[in-house]
């Protein structure tokens, strides 16, 4: 029967020996503390030995960290107040770093991402910030990535997902927006009326040299008529041609067809 006094120092070291292995997935790393001090690569992935209490592991997963930041009360350049919130891509690059830089790389991301939403939302307009969000989420991104980036982290993408309007400032930006159709409407209708004229006015010259055009038109306006299968026929009559009427009407009445002040002048 073997000794017990061999047996149990082998089965002590085989249970310590279990317990120093470590697995790391593909996106952990394991950065290593001995006897205090850091190693200079972080562990991993695959199967790593921790020889504890001489070692210590800590953690970093590498995946992509998706944060929203609470709503933030922040106040335009033009003096409007909105609620505007926000969420953050971001990931460890070093996670060395990431554990010696900060206390909690989270934390500071989640704290840092909020003063920086107010901030910089702060220096821009309301009519810039409802209309151009692509270039705020790029500069957002561009000051957080400069105070994340010596803790190991970079910040991938920032979305301004919201902005909570006042009432009275949603009634002030329909009555704006209504206003300015209005504009554009009348704009338009006074540009299309400006081309009719001025077609008409090329009409006009045309038929000026050519008298029969006029016939032509009578002609095809009866025609579009008789189309309709209308019992009454209307005949187009030129304006110039009452004056004339109205000379033969007088004339035949003995009356002299000319004004009273010729009359005084002969």
């Not at 409407?185 to 299309?192: D, F, P």
């Not at 002609?219 to 026929?233: A, F, H, M, R, S």
């Amino acid at each position: 029967m073997p000794d017990l006094t061999i047996l149990l120092p082998i089965l002590i070291i085989a249970i310590y020996l279990l317990s120093s292995i470590k697995i790391l997935a593909e996106y952990e790393r394991g950065v290593i503390f001995r006897l205090g001090r850091v190693l200079s690569q972080p562990k991993g992935p695959g199967v790593i030995l921790v020889f504890a209490p001489i070692d210590r592991i800590v953690r970093i997963s590498l995946r992509i960290e998706a944060m929203e930041v609470p709503p933030q009360d922040v106040v335009t350049r033009d003096n409007v107040t909105v609620k505007v919130n926000a969420v953050v891509y971001f990931r460890v690059v070093d996670p060395t770093k990431a554990v010696l830089e900060v206390t909690n790389f989270l934390y500071a991301t989640s704290q840092v991402s909020q003063t920086t939403l107010r901030s910089a939302l702060g220096e821009v307009e309301l009519d810039e910030l409802l209309s151009q969000r692509e270039k705020l989420n790029l500069r957002l991104q561009t000051v957080l990535d400069q105070h994340t980036g010596p803790w190991g982290v970079k910040v991938t993408v920032v979305e301004v997902k919201q902005v909570d309007l006042p009432e009275q400032m949603i009634r002030a930006i329909g009555r704006q927006a209504e206003a300015e159709r209005e504009r554009r409407a009348k704009i338009i209708h006074a540009e299309g009326e400006f081309s009719a004229a001025a077609k008409l006015v090329e009409a006009a010259t045309l038929m000026a040299k050519e008298p029969v055009t006029i016939q032509l038109r009578y002609l095809q306006t009866l025609t579009e008529i008789g189309v309709e299968k209308n019992t009454t026929v209307i005949f187009p009559v030129p304006v110039d041609f009452f004056p004339g009427i109205q000379r033969l009407i007088t004339k035949a009445a003995g009356e002299d067809p000319q004004p009273p002040a010729a009359k005084q002048g002969t």
